[in-house]
T-cell receptor
């Protein structure tokens, strides 16, 4: 079974530029998550989708971050304009639905803002 | 925001010893509990899940859950240098997952 796919793996941009990350979840997983992990910290949920709909985006900085999940499969996370403090790993994860389900992560997209 | 607390470490143990990692959580309604291992520069990898009170063993790993005390632990027996990583505790409530900041484990040869 293929895992969660993410691209690009690494990105360096200047502040105020924009960047987009792509994610393809495990086949059949209805729930897709974007987490931000800053060095030395645990993953922080940015946005959670259930199929096409947003379940939770309470911690998404909506003035600069946006995300969409078209057709309930792939997802894109965009940052515009980027700030220095956005330097982090952006982890996409997916899970099936129901009690006892497990979340699986992709390899992450490493962003450095200079 | 539901809290998941872990000691950041580092926890240093000699090779062959038992490593004990602890986690507490704030939400009594939490249903499922997980331990993830994260090597430096890598993404988190699931190593154990536990859903009911008591112990669950998988090879050298044992997860322990005490819902009354809101406490989860992970024991690693016969620790190896390859176990050196950050261990993340995660708690789930109806498809929402909350992570601790992780405990860094160093296993010294």
């Amino acid at each position: 079974e293929a895992g969660v796919a993410q691209s690009p793996r690494y990105k360096i941009i200047e502040k105020r530029q924009s960047v987009a990350f792509w994610c393809n979840p495990i086949s059949g997983h209805a729930t897709l998550y974007w987490y931000q992990q800053i060095l030395g910290q645990g993953p922080k949920l940015l946005i959670q989708f259930q199929n096409n709909g947003v379940v939770d985006d309470s911690q998404l900085p909506k003035d600069r971050f946006s995300a969409e999940r078209l057709k309930g499969v792939d997802s894109t996370l965009k940052i515009q304009p980027a700030k220095l403090e956005d330097s982090a790993v952006y982890l996409c994860a997916s899970s099936s639905t129901g009690v006892g389900n497990t979340i699986y992560f992709g390899e992450g997209s490493w962003l450095t803002v200079v | 925001q539901k809290e998941v607390e872990q000691n950041s470490g580092p926890l240093s143990v000699p090779e062959g010893a038992i490593a004990s990692l602890n986690c507490t959580y704030s939400d009594r309604g939490s249903q499922s509990f997980f331990w993830y291992r994260q090597y430096s520069g890598k993404s988190p990898e699931l190593i154990m899940s536990i859903y009911s009170n008591g112990d669950k063993e998988d090879g050298r790993f044992t997860a322990q859950l005490n819902k009354a005390s809101q406490y989860v632990s992970l024991l690693i027996r016969d620790s190896q240098p390859s176990d050196s990583a950050t261990y993340l505790c995660a708690v789930s409530d109806f498809n929402k997952f909350y992570f601790g900041s992780g405990t860094k484990l160093n296993v010294k040869p």
